[in-house]
């Protein structure tokens, strides 16, 4: 029986994974799809880091406008798991739709020399569990970074 592994790379499960595609280890959706797996994060025990658009070629090559992210705000040291991840996920949803309405992607695959049509625009979303959001040591970011101030 394989053991379950808290590496952010294993498979999600199929409750968010729909709309989705799985890229060298990574998972972007449909932006029409992106949403329901947002809504449903929570219920199944995940938060939303956030995540960045991709242009994605029929090749399966990869453009990634870094610039185009939508991402949560940290976690508090006393800000329960559930109210987190429900948080993280209500804030990556407002900042994508914000993108989607106001981003001419077209406009945007111009900084790209290179791009050229046809493409699949998509969004890599990063998903959590609280024991991989702590195994991966998200947790001390935020106090570190209190500290140096």
Same mark, same amino acid.
């Given at each position: 029986m394989r053991e379950k592994s808290d590496r952010i790379e294993d498979i999600l499960p199929t409750e968010l994974t729909s709309g989705a595609i799985l890229r060298s280890g990574e998972y972007a959706w449909e932006p029409s799809t992106f949403? %329901?797996?947002?809504?449903?994060?929570?219920?199944?025990?995940?938060?939303c880091l956030g995540g960045q658009f991709w242009f994605?070629?029929?090749?399966? @090559?990869?453009?990634?406008?870094?610039?185009?992210?939508a991402n @949560? %705000?940290?976690? @508090?040291?006393? +800000?329960?798991w559930l109210v987190f991840a429900r948080r @993280?996920?209500?804030?990556?949803?407002?900042?994508?739709k914000a993108l989607? +309405?106001? %981003?001419?992607?077209? +406009?945007e695959m111009c900084k790209f020399k290179t791009l050229e049509k046809p493409f699949r625009l998509m969004f890599n979303a990063y998903f959590v569990t609280e024991r991989q959001f702590?195994?991966?040591?998200?947790? %001390?970011?935020k106090s570190i970074n209190e500290e140096i101030k």
């Open positions: 949403p %329901t797996a947002l809504q449903q994060a929570p219920n199944l025990g995940y938060a994605l070629l029929p090749d399966n @090559s990869l453009y990634e406008p870094f610039w185009l992210e @949560s %705000t940290d976690k @508090s040291e006393e +800000e329960a @993280s996920c209500d804030e990556v949803l407002v900042a994508f989607v +309405e106001k %981003t001419d992607f077209d +406009e702590y195994s991966l040591g998200l947790h %001390t970011i």
